[in-house]
């Protein structure tokens, strides 16, 4: 059974630079049928799709975003990263990893891990 | 970005009701549509993809459908369990766009 788990600082101050990263467990991060992908959702808010990456390293981000992000993977430890810089108060959300299964075309998030809070305060 | 307009924002229903959600894309997105179920503290979980395939596993009261540009998720018999927030995903253009999501509570 395919698992992912975040982990990170759960409070991070304003203009540093939020890190988390996820470990997936119970297969392998280099498998070709996958992208591997981060999303949130602030406090009362709806899901918001952060970006992926592929196991060639190619990456897709949020144009939202993009000028602050980094997603980076480590096929070694079988986990894969998100740096985002600069954070506001904006940013705090809970922070989702998940799989994206890729197949003719079609993305579909089959497998999430249960998502980690990170508060952007002074 | 396509925009993904999701309705209803909430609804109440009991146990036994059949209920549709649906969302509008702002541009054509193919059938490249997905659907999760949300529970507090949780991590969401696929129901549909491809706008009509029922993950693996899961219960048959769980059905999708629509292409283009209008998508619907039904439950036919809402259960106990199924009390939670749904969201819709579009994976045909990026940034994918998820709806605002849907809070399914009980009558």
């Known amino acids: 059974q395919v698992q992912l788990q975040e982990s990170g600082p759960g409070l991070v101050k304003p203009s540093q630079t939020l890190s988390l990263t996820c470990t997936v467990s119970?297969?392998?991060?280099?498998?070709?049928?996958?992208?591997w992908t981060w999303i949130r959702q602030p406090a009362g808010k709806g899901l918001e799709w952060i970006g992926r990456?592929?196991?060639?390293?190619?990456?897709n981000y949020n144009p939202s975003l993009k000028s602050r992000l980094t997603i980076s993977l480590d096929t070694s430890k079988n986990q894969f990263s998100l740096r985002l810089t600069s954070v506001t108060a904006a940013d705090t959300a809970v922070y989702y990893c998940?799989?994206?299964?890729?197949?003719?075309?079609?993305?579909?998030?089959?497998?999430w891990g249960q998502g980690t809070l990170v508060a952007v305060s002074s | 970005d396509i925009e993904m307009t999701q309705s209803p924002s909430s609804l109440s229903a009991s146990v036994g009701d059949r209920i549709t959600i649906t969302c509008r894309a702002s541009?054509?997105?193919?059938?490249?549509l997905s659907w999760y179920q949300h529970k507090p503290g949780k991590a969401p979980k696929l129901l549909i993809y491809?706008?009509?395939s029922l993950q693996s596993g899961l219960p048959s009261r769980f059905s999708g459908s629509g292409s283009g540009t209008d998508f619907t998720l039904t439950i036919s018999s809402v259960q106990p369990e199924d009390f939670a927030t749904y969201y819709c995903?579009?994976?045909?253009?990026?940034?994918?766009?998820f709806g605002q999501g849907t809070k399914v509570e009980i009558k």
């Open positions: 998940a799989r994206d299964y890729y197949k003719h075309g079609e993305f579909r998030l089959d497998y």
């Open positions: 119970g297969g392998s991060i280099n498998s070709g049928t996958y992208y």
């Open positions: 990456i592929y196991t060639s390293g190619t990456t």
């Open positions: 541009q054509s997105i193919r059938t490249y």
């Open positions: 491809a706008a009509s």
């Open positions: 995903l579009q994976s045909y253009g990026t940034p994918e766009t």
